[in-house]
């Protein structure tokens, strides 16, 4: 009878047989396992060193700092940071307020101060219009505006060249 496989016996070397190449492949699996573990062990173990020795350097770092620093200082710079971040906070929406003012801004008028009240949604606008006719005709524009309500002018001063200094508050309709 004719081996249906096609293959004459005899063709594959003796020493290589079934048992041992699973032997191979558990041996192969095996070795990569643990080439695999001993990489993670090392690379884990190193970034633990490194982030002990960062929290030592911030340790010894934040103890010199409140050694060589007064308390007022200390203060002083908490405050500092404290500033900076809700400036930060409020900065993100800053360019849509930016916006909304130069839409509703006469081609006469030239702003030169901006203070923002986030929390209370409130700014204070500083500036100098051509005119008084152009301050009439700004004031008209905010009142106007899908932006601002309740527009008033806190200070007013005519200058010598005719052109008019002023501060207008106003509340703002959107958060920005």
Avoid: C
């Avoid at 002990?52 to 409140?66: R, Y």
């Avoid at 930060?88 to 009240?117: C, G, M, N, R, W």
């Amino acid at each position: 009878m004719a081996d249906l496989t096609g293959f004459e016996k005899g063709l594959l070397p003796s020493r290589y047989t079934v048992k041992r190449g699973a032997w191979l492949f558990i041996s192969i699996v095996i070795i990569a396992l643990l080439a695999v573990n001993f990489a993670l062990k090392f690379y884990t173990s190193h970034y633990l060193n490194e982030a002990t020795k960062l929290k030592k350097e911030i340790e010894s770092k934040t103890a010199f700092f409140m050694q060589n620093l007064s308390q007022a200082e200390a203060v002083n710079f908490y405050s500092k940071a404290v500033n900076l971040k809700q400036l930060f906070d409020q900065h993100i929406y800053a360019s849509k307020l930016i916006a909304a003012i130069e839409q509703s801004t006469h081609p006469f008028v030239f702003l030169k101060k901006l203070d923002v009240d986030a929390e209370n949604n409130k700014a204070i606008l500083s500036g100098q219009a051509q005119s008084s006719k152009v301050l009439a005709e700004q004031m008209v524009l905010w009142r106007s505006s899908a932006f601002f309500a309740d527009p008033q002018l806190s200070s007013v001063n005519i200058n010598e060249n005719g052109s008019v200094s002023f501060a207008a508050s106003f509340i703002l309709r959107q958060k920005f």
